[in-house]
């Protein structure tokens, strides 16, 4: 409507009212085609959608994500909708394992050209979504707690790493300063002695 109002609209092919980002209920009471709100009414009612959903989420995925792929899962879920994200294939795809090349095979929109029948707008956001997946995040989940020590946790590489040539490039400038502060090289055993020791059960480290 302009000047901060919103009204209620159907979206293509739906017999429901939504206002805002598609909310089908406003200050608890079911939208209708002469509901009206206002931009801070709108953000709020986001909120609670949102909240709902997240919690419907997280009874639907097994597989331990971090804080940006539960976001990104959020608003993918938000954007196609909660009945169709229960039986979507990303979903599967990340309780299954959450494999690299299947989620970007499933979710990027220049890989999977169902999108580009959205227009471009839903390509853009599952453009953006897919790369907040991807990004490396501070709070890697683990089984068992780590305490990192360093501002950028290098649990992250192995799950965004893609061949970049920068990225080479930056292992072999780690690896020269490794090299630098420990000639010896007791460093890097003990790490790989610690990486390739299984543990003693699920999820329980061997004390070394």
């Known amino acids: 409507m302009g000047f901060g109002r919103y009204a209620a609209y159907k979206d293509h092919g739906e017999f429901i009212w939504r206002i805002g980002y598609g909310s089908k209920e406003l200050d608890e009471k079911v939208v209708c085609p002469f509901t009206r709100a206002n931009s801070e009414e709108i953000l709020e009612q986001l909120q609670l959608d949102l909240e709902t959903l997240s919690y419907k989420i997280s009874r639907l995925i097994h597989w331990p994500l971090n804080n940006k ?19 979507s294939n990303l979903l599967q795809i990340i309780n299954t394992g959450c494999k690299k090349t299947e989620i970007i095979k499933e979710w990027s929109p220049y890989i999977n050209k169902e999108w580009f029948r959205y227009g471009d707008w839903v390509v853009d956001r599952r453009r953006s979504e897919l790369n907040l997946f991807l990004a490396p995040d501070k709070e890697v989940p683990t089984l068992v707690k780590h305490e990192c020590q360093l501002k950028q946790c290098l649990l992250n590489l192995a799950e965004t790493y893609n061949g970049n040539p920068n990225q080479i490039k930056g292992i072999n400038y780690l690896e020269r300063k490794l090299n630098e502060l420990d000639p010896s090289g007791e460093v890097l055993r003990r790490f790989f002695r610690y990486w390739n020791q299984p543990s003693g059960n699920l999820g329980s480290p061997k004390n070394l």
């Open 69 to 87: 792929r539960k976001a990104a899962v959020l608003s993918f879920a938000h954007g196609i909708g909660f009945p169709c994200f229960k039986d």
